[in-house]
């Protein structure tokens, strides 16, 4: 694997022979590693995407495009060379509001020693992490997440500094 921009650009293109048209892609974002310790600093970014697929057959591909990155699923939360998420079909909630919100609520400890054994959507953590809503503002500011009410800007806004100044934009 090369740099993790360049792995970045590479799954991109495998999401377009996919199938997908990329309507937009963000910035690239320096980010902490999440957990903390949990290996090298990431490389993140987002992309708004549109595709014929419904959201088991787009997790499907994204989990094959990791793989044909070289990634491992080994440890949750682990390592990884490349990490593509899912993290909302329009305003879809699935499986169920009550589910969604045991996860979205599950505390930090909790979600490292447990993996759903179905897709949740929109992800139940997006709310809560800067690397993923200051990429996602570039892309989709004004989208609403389903459950809380609110746009993506106010999510952002909602963290704390500290958190929205670890995520800086790559050069």
Same mark, same amino acid.
Request: aromatic share 6%; hydrophobic share 45%; glycine share 6%.
């Given at each position: ?41 990431? /490389? ?16 499907? /591909? ?11 699923? /080994? ?17 879809? /909630? ?78």
């Amino acid at each position: 694997m090369g740099k993790p921009q360049e792995t970045l650009k590479s799954a991109l293109k495998l999401l377009q022979t996919s199938g997908a048209v990329i309507r937009a892609t963000s910035a690239f974002y320096h980010t902490p590693a999440f957990p903390a310790g949990a290996g090298p600093d990431y /490389v993140n970014a987002a992309a708004w995407l549109e595709a014929p697929w419904d959201p088991q057959t787009a997790l499907g /591909v994204l989990h094959r495009i990791e793989a044909q990155m070289g990634r491992a699923r /080994v440890q949750r939360w682990g390592q990884r060379t490349l990490d593509l998420d899912l993290l909302a079909c329009d305003d879809i /909630v699935l499986p169920d509001r009550q589910t969604h919100k045991m996860w979205r609520e599950l505390p930090l400890e909790a979600q490292i020693g447990r993996t759903p054994e179905q897709l949740i959507l929109p992800h139940p953590r997006l709310q809560d992490r800067a690397f993923v809503l200051v990429p996602l503002a570039d892309v989709a500011p004004n989208w609403v997440h389903p459950l809380l009410g609110k746009p993506v800007r106010a999510l952002l806004e909602a963290l704390p500094e500290r958190d929205r100044a670890e995520v800086r934009r790559l050069q």
